[in-house]
């Protein structure tokens, strides 16, 4: 599962905790994030998306989300950014400072992210892409999507799944694939 998101995002600040949540509660599902810095929401949030990727780049996964769950915890919102400073283990708030300032590759990398957003035509925050990784099957959920919802785009894919399968044993009776 890969969450679309904009760390100024009102409804992302609400919506990624739950899913977060809920993943955790699933066996077979993982989540990926990908930042989509809205223009609405100015260079604030693009320096945020930043500031995160620069957590993961020098501290690794748990600094990565330590820094989304700072930013979402202290941010105001709406392009109003956030007080303070981020405290990501092992990770100086003047090393990420620096990084989101300067690494050339963590802007290429969000500006990638951005890029794979709009051509999935993705231009709202949160959205979320439920992906099967063995067919490459995929449902896109615009909004905060809730635990029944995610569930049965989960079911669908699943779903489809078999129905493919049954398809290409040529099996005729396929009453319940439509």
Same mark, same amino acid.
């Given at each position: 599962?890969?969450?679309?998101?904009?760390?100024?995002?009102?409804?992302?600040? #609400?919506? #990624?905790?739950?899913?977060? #949540?809920?993943?955790?509660?699933? $066996?077979?599902?993982?989540?990926?994030?990908?930042?989509?810095?809205?223009?609405?929401?100015?260079?604030?949030?693009?320096?945020?998306?930043?500031?995160?990727?620069? =957590?993961?780049?020098?501290?690794?996964?748990?600094?990565?989300?330590?820094?989304?769950?700072?930013?979402?915890?202290?941010?105001?919102?709406?392009?109003?950014?956030?007080?303070?400073?981020?405290?990501?283990?092992?990770?100086?708030?003047?090393?990420?400072?620096?990084? =989101?300032?300067?690494?050339?590759?963590?802007?290429?990398?969000?500006?990638?992210?951005?890029?794979?957003?709009?051509? =999935?035509?993705? #231009?709202?925050?949160?959205?979320?892409?439920?992906?099967?990784?063995?067919?490459?099957?995929?449902?896109?959920?615009?909004?905060?999507?809730?635990?029944?919802?995610?569930?049965?785009?989960?079911?669908?894919?699943?779903?489809?799944?078999?129905?493919?399968?049954?398809? $290409?044993?040529?099996?005729?009776?396929?009453?319940?694939?439509?």
């Amino acid at each position: 599962m890969t969450e679309f998101a904009d760390l100024e995002c009102p409804y992302c600040k #609400t919506y #990624t905790p739950a899913l977060k #949540t809920w993943i955790q509660q699933q $066996k077979d599902v993982n989540l990926q994030w990908h930042h989509l810095p809205l223009d609405v929401h100015g260079p604030t949030a693009l320096h945020e998306a930043k500031l995160a990727e620069c =957590a993961g780049a020098l501290g690794g996964a748990p600094a990565f989300w330590q820094a989304i769950d700072q930013i979402f915890d202290r941010t105001r919102s709406n392009g109003e950014g956030f007080n303070g400073h981020l405290n990501v283990v092992d990770v100086t708030y003047q090393d990420l400072l620096s990084c =989101a300032a300067t690494d050339k590759v963590i802007a290429r990398h969000v500006g990638q992210q951005v890029e794979e957003a709009l051509k =999935a035509g993705i #231009t709202a925050t949160p959205t979320v892409i439920i992906k099967d990784n063995t067919t490459g099957s995929s449902v896109k959920l615009e909004g905060p999507a809730d635990g029944v919802l995610l569930l049965s785009a989960r079911d669908w894919l699943a779903q489809k799944k078999s129905c493919d399968a049954l398809q $290409k044993s040529n099996v005729k009776s396929l009453s319940h694939c439509h």
